[in-house]
């Protein structure tokens, strides 16, 4: 994804010169190409995260179009206030890129880890917030987000996440992706552990339950129309993200089920309320956390096993 | 740029007055902040900034950002004074539903506004990406920013103080309001300020220390040319509640409202006229 998002913001700013990227002092050689074809469209802000995205802001408040580049902490909570304040509030039209967001950077520890930035961002008025699963939705999320002068928040995987649509087929922001059709169940995945779902409804299916699976891009606003739509022609409902279990999209999508007066059962998965400390791979986290596809399909059998 | 400086100084007394009153009124606090600062938000608005208040987004208009965003009362005088809004406007000042608070709202909300500051800490990073804009636009606007003392305990201010020094940024001005006070405390005590222009110079930029209360030293200071093309600094030697005897470097005045005697006293000081005071029949609006 990593690659593909620094492919994407070379083309596009070839196109639209007010993009400009701003990037904490990471991504080595990734930009080289950006930085060739138009120096001024980069600018290393260093490893002042803070400052960066009031610079951000500055700019989008003067005509430019600037993209906030590093890891995903670094980008979010570091500077949650500038983006509180400086973004959301004066409706800078600023798109915040966190990259190796969620779990990816499994081995690098907790301080790298992203597991609150739904909940935290959620929280902020104006803000869009983004999750695409692949390279193809992430070049579609970043081509439409530029389309409005809404601030958004995009968390992007690290490198290697395997497409699972060309990007003709993933909808529009705010609209959920149906990957594949079914009746006994609905998981709904949300950012890169869309593989896992996949994964998931692959082994369901050689038990014998068949599963639609939806895959979402959009945190906020929720996808609301999508989601009830789901809920008319589905029973049971599992929500899977890389994330706090605290006021993620499962948790979204409980209260809007609710609210609408969903009559099945939604349960959501996501990362329960600690730091995963130990050292390992992305892979193994996600096991520990319980969102891996074997949780999923635990998760779906227990549902069925026991509807009411 | 027409007026002299015996004009700016009594543009600065009423506006001083209109300040004490309107704190008076609707129980706003900061007046130190305000007076500290005034001084230099009069030489900017009426010599320095290129804006026209009939087309306040003009894209090729001066960036002005308050970022000791407490001093808002002195800036929405400064700009219903210069034509942005009528200065009937801040009649409205604190009541329910207001747009005149303790701070500048977003932009959108009150023409002339760059930025709603009032958090420290905000201005400089945004003054900066607003002046980053302008090279990379091929504008030609300069941008101007005010910081407080007390402000430069947050390491953003140093950030971006960085940040401008290594991109050569140098259609930014910074003011620093340096009236040795913050909320509670000798900003020199509180987080070891001093030697703050050496600690600005240090960083690469053009330092000129000045008293803030002087308009012809401001001008030299704003006119001043750096010949290494660095970005300027104007450390402004001020004094919080500069103009009124009693707030003068009285630091309680960074949280006290003035009863309506202390608004006429004031008045006396200022040399406003007593029909300007305008306080009979109205009572201060209190939030409590």
Redesign the interface.
């Known amino acids: 994804m990593r690659n593909a998002f620094a492919d994407e913001v070379t083309q596009l700013a070839a196109k639209d010169l007010r993009i400009v990227l701003l990037s904490g002092d990471i991504g080595n050689r990734l930009f080289d190409r950006l930085r060739a074809q138009s120096p001024t469209q980069f600018i290393n802000c260093g490893v002042a995260e803070a400052n960066m995205m009031g610079v951000a802001a500055g700019m989008a408040l003067s005509g430019l179009r600037p993209i906030t580049y590093t890891i995903t902490p670094f980008t979010t909570t570091r500077c949650l206030e500038q983006i509180r304040v400086d973004v959301a509030y004066h409706e800078a039209p600023v798109i915040i890129v966190g990259t190796g967001s969620g779990l990816s950077y499994a081995s690098l520890g907790p301080t790298h880890h992203s597991l609150e930035d739904f909940a935290i961002l959620r929280a902020i008025p104006n803000m869009r917030i983004l999750a695409p699963w692949d390279a193809p939705s992430l070049r579609h999320v970043l081509r439409q987000a530029l389309l409005d002068a809404t601030p958004t928040y995009i968390r992007i995987g690290k490198k290697g996440e395997k497409d699972v649509l060309p990007i003709e087929k993933v909808s529009t922001i705010g609209r959920l992706t149906t990957l594949s059709s079914g009746e006994s169940v609905a998981i709904v995945a949300v950012g890169t552990v869309a593989s896992e779902a996949v994964r998931a409804a692959e082994a369901l299916k050689s038990l014998g339950v068949s599963a639609t699976v939806s895959l979402a891009h959009t945190v906020k606003p929720l996808p609301e129309a999508d989601l009830r739509e789901l809920f008319q022609t589905h029973r049971f409902i599992v929500t899977v993200e890389e994330h706090s279990l605290a006021a993620g999209f499962g948790e979204s999508c409980l209260s809007f089920a609710q609210r609408v007066g969903f009559a099945g059962r939604l349960r959501p998965l996501g990362v329960p309320d600690l730091f995963l400390s130990k050292a390992g791979s992305q892979h193994y986290a996600r096991q520990q956390a319980g969102i891996d596809s074997t949780a999923i399909v635990e998760a779906v059998r227990g549902l069925i096993s026991k509807p009411s | 740029m027409i007026e002299s400086f015996q004009d700016l100084h009594r543009i600065a007394r009423e506006l001083r007055f209109r300040t004490v009153r309107t704190s008076h009124l609707s129980c706003t606090p900061h007046l130190g902040s305000c007076l500290s600062c005034l001084d230099l938000l009069v030489y900017l608005y009426w010599q320095v900034l290129r804006i026209d208040p009939s087309n306040a987004r003009d894209?090729g208009r001066d960036?002005f950002i308050l970022s000791k965003g407490h001093a808002a009362p002195v800036l929405f005088q400064v700009l219903a004074e210069r034509g942005f809004f009528p200065v009937e406007d801040l009649e409205d000042y604190g009541k329910d539903g207001s747009v005149f608070g303790e701070h500048p709202p977003?932009?959108?909300y009150l023409p002339g506004i760059?930025?709603?500051t009032g958090?420290l800490?905000?201005g400089?990073?945004?003054?900066?990406?607003?002046?980053?804009?302008?090279?990379?636009?091929g504008?030609h606007y300069r941008t101007y920013v005010i910081l407080s003392d007390g402000e430069c305990n947050e390491?953003?201010v140093w950030?971006?103080a960085?940040?401008v020094a290594?991109?050569k940024v140098n259609s930014l001005t910074v003011f620093v309001d340096y009236n040795k006070w913050q909320a509670t405390g000798r900003s020199n005590e509180v987080l070891g300020l001093a030697p703050l222009a050496a600690k600005w110079s240090a960083f690469g930029w053009s330092v000129h220390e000045i008293d803030g209360h002087d308009f012809s030293a401001i001008d030299a200071a704003v006119s001043a040319k750096d010949e290494l093309g660095r970005p300027k600094v104007i450390i402004a030697n001020t004094v919080k509640g500069k103009g009124v005897s009693f707030m003068e470097d009285d630091n309680n005045w960074h949280y006290r409202i003035p009863s309506a005697d202390e608004v006429r006293k004031a008045a006396t000081e200022l040399q406003i006229s007593p029909e300007l005071i305008r306080l009979d029949g109205l009572a201060p609006r209190t939030h409590e």
């Open positions: 894209q960036r977003a932009p959108k760059e930025a709603a958090s800490g905000h400089l990073p945004m003054g900066l990406g607003m002046a980053l804009a302008a090279r990379i636009r504008a390491g953003s950030e971006a960085l940040m290594a991109q």
